[in-house]
């Protein structure tokens, strides 16, 4: 069982940024592939961003292309989404999520693929 922690959600100004940290405990955190998702009230959760075992391999939705990067940190245990030019679209509740995988490259971008999710951290966009 991996336990997730998400931290680095809070209030931002239209085109500004936030880094979101995603911490890892329980296992390896090499062993993990892992992504982004948000979810808005009323709506269904939504692909951010995932990133493969090794760091060599990442996606994105469209709509953050260019402005959202993730990352991982062996040392740390941690998965960061750095999240640039935010616009109140990207209000939303920000979750990480997990799943073991024996591939080093594959990534994944359906949340029905992952495993273990995060509580979730709040990002509000807004003058």
């Known amino acids: 069982q991996v336990h997730l922690v998400e931290s680095g959600g809070g209030l931002v100004q239209p085109g500004g940024s936030l880094t979101l940290s995603c911490t890892f405990s329980?296992?390896?955190?090499?062993?993990?592939?892992a992504g982004w998702f948000r979810q808005v009230p009323g709506k269904e959760r939504e692909f951010v961003a995932c990133?493969?075992?090794?760091?060599?391999?990442?996606s994105y939705t469209d709509s953050v292309k260019g402005r959202f990067s993730i990352s991982r940190d062996k040392a740390l245990n941690t998965v960061s989404l750095q999240m640039n030019s935010l616009s109140p679209e990207d209000t939303a509740l920000y979750y990480c999520?997990?799943?073991?995988?024996?591939?080093?490259?594959?990534?994944?971008?359906?949340?029905?693929?992952?495993?273990?999710w995060g509580q979730g951290t709040q990002v509000t966009v807004s003058s």
């Open positions: 999520a997990t799943k073991a995988s024996d591939f080093l490259y594959k990534i994944y971008t359906a949340d029905a693929d992952y495993e273990s």
């Open positions: 329980g296992r390896a955190l090499n062993m993990q592939a």
């Open positions: 990133i493969s075992r090794n760091g060599e391999r990442t």
